[in-house]
């Protein structure tokens, strides 16, 4: 087995999630899903200023809605996903790299939220509107604009096709001195690591939650050894499929404990007819 660094003690694993703590921003997606996470009102603010509503009332709200039981092998998590008054459903989805704000991906963000909508018996034309956001941290287009709204047209006529379909890309890396509005409020705000430095009041003071008080400060550290976890349980799945190492070496390599792996081990067994 290969020889590797020494896991770092819980002293040095804290210590790692405060400093990480300290440079997280909105625009981070692990912090971004904890700002959201059981804060309808935040939420609501946030689709308010991007969707320029300001009466809409959002109705449900929930992060990290799992979507892997519709597509099998490509399944998705959507960041937080909204419900407002009028039955229209809002994904909002932050991406730090390009390659994960293509089109297509836009596409089957769309897609997905369509088959999720559409239970048997039901009407196509019962299908909500659908708002698929994703804030960006560069200018995917390359054109200086706040905001990027997608929709489908009817060449031929040149109107828009109605069919309830939008897709809004926000440029993350926008800025213009001149521009005093709320949605360049909320680009600046998502790209601020302190809450001093934010200029909208309810980003701020969720933040100011998360990263100043003694609560929330344990909550974000401990949903950050979760996720580390979570990835070590991954790992430790991969490992047993490969069947190369002993579970005693795949504790080792993850920080698992033996008990944990051996518990991997026998969820991964096949069921017996």
Known sequence: MNQLKPLP??????????????NYRPLDDDFMRELFRNNLELAQFVLRIIIDKP??????????YDLQHLFGERSICLDVVGVDSEGQQYDFEVQRQDKGATPQRARYHSSAMDVDNLKAKKQFSDLPNTYVIFITENDFFGKGKAVYPIER????????????EHILYINGAYENKEDTSDLAKLIHDFRCSKAEDMLLPPLANRTRY?????EGVEYMCKAMEDRINEKMVGVAVRLLQRGRDTIEEI??????????????QEQLKPVSA
């Open 153 to 164: 047209m009817n060449l031929a006529t040149g109107e828009p096709f109605h069919d309830g």
């Open 9 to 22: 003690t819980p002293e040095e694993e804290r210590q790692r999630n405060l400093e990480q703590l300290a």
């Open 55 to 64: 009466d809409l009332k959002l109705t449900k709200e929930e992060t990290q």
């Open 251 to 264: 504790a080792e390599l993850t920080g698992l404990s033996v008990n944990q792996v051996k518990e991997i």
């Open 210 to 214: 998360f990263k100043e008080t003694p």
